[in-house]
């Protein structure tokens, strides 16, 4: 018995396109070239460009253009801010980073912020014992504050649900916020599911607007279940990491 993996962003977001009632969560997402890069950038003004086949937040690069005095175009890799004048300079300097791989250029979300450093949210759902699909963890990654990505491989810090909005939700909207977030991502694995039949649990990565509108950024699967380790609390991750050793992700100790 083995899990199915899928590594395409590409394609994970396509099959839940498929989905109405998925779709209004996703992102405007397209295929990375000069057409895409500029139509995107004139309707956003700012967007993701990353890896078709990426992890840990590797190569991923977060692109704006200007406010109207400033004009031009910047975007950051990393630490490194590089600025534009010009779309054709721009992209240019984008091809040399993409350098011959696929790439998404994906609308960009105002990540909500806790001490003014962005943050998201991973929700795991696992099939249980029973082979129905449970949601058994929900956590937050806080960026480090001078990166655009919040993966935990890439200097993110894992932090509970609950503390990340306690600036912006009271304890109830944020009991009923997670279980709608939760909801989603059940409905995310069903929908997965029927292309993908073999796959046994998913991390999926959610952002937050400033209206505290939820987007689907991308679907693990092969989600880590360790960062659930570092809450204080352990009883999500018991369960997480009880789910993978029966089919296998982990060794047991
Ligand atoms: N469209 C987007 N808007 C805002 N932030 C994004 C967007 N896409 C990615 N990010 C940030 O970059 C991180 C890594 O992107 P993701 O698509 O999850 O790729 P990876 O497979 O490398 O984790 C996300 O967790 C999020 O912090
Ligand atoms: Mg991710």
């Known amino acids: 018995m083995s899990i ?7 394609e994970k977001t396509n099959v839940l396109l498929h989905s109405p009632a ?36 590797k190569g991923v690069m977060r ?6 005095a400033a004009k031009g175009y910047k975007y950051q890799l990393n630490t490194t801010i590089r600025t534009f004048p010009t779309l054709e300079l721009l992209h240019q300097s984008l091809v040399k980073r993409i350098n011959g791989r696929r790439y998404l250029v994906q609308r960009g979300i105002d990540l909500l912020r806790h001490k003014n450093r962005r943050f998201d949210i991973r929700v795991m759902v696992q099939r249980n014992e029973n082979n129905h699909w449970e949601a058994t963890g929900i956590i937050g990654r806080l960026a480090h ?6 993966n935990y491989h890439n200097g993110g810090t894992p932090m509970s649900f609950e503390r990340l909005l306690s600036s912006h939700q009271s304890p109830t909207q944020k009991m009923i916020y997670a279980m709608r977030l939760k909801q989603i991502s059940l409905d995310i694995a069903k929908e997965l599911e029927k292309h993908y039949p073999g796959i046994k649990e998913l991390g999926i990565d959610i952002a937050i607007d400033q209206q505290q509108r939820p987007w689907i950024l991308e679907v693990n699967t092969k989600p880590d279940a360790f960062i659930f380790r570092k809450l204080e609390d352990k009883t999500m991750f018991r369960k997480i990491y009880q789910y993978a050793v029966s089919y296998g992700r982990y060794k047991k100790k």
């Open 22 to 57: 998925l779709r209004e969560y996703i992102p405007s997402t397209k295929l990375f070239n000069k057409e895409n890069l500029q139509l995107m950038l004139a309707e956003y003004g700012m967007v993701y460009v990353k890896p078709v086949n990426g992890t840990f937040g």
């Open 4 to 10: 199915q993996l899928v590594y395409s962003k590409w």
């Open 145 to 150: 504050p001078a990166k655009v990505v919040t």
């Open 63 to 68: 692109v704006e253009r200007l406010k109207q």
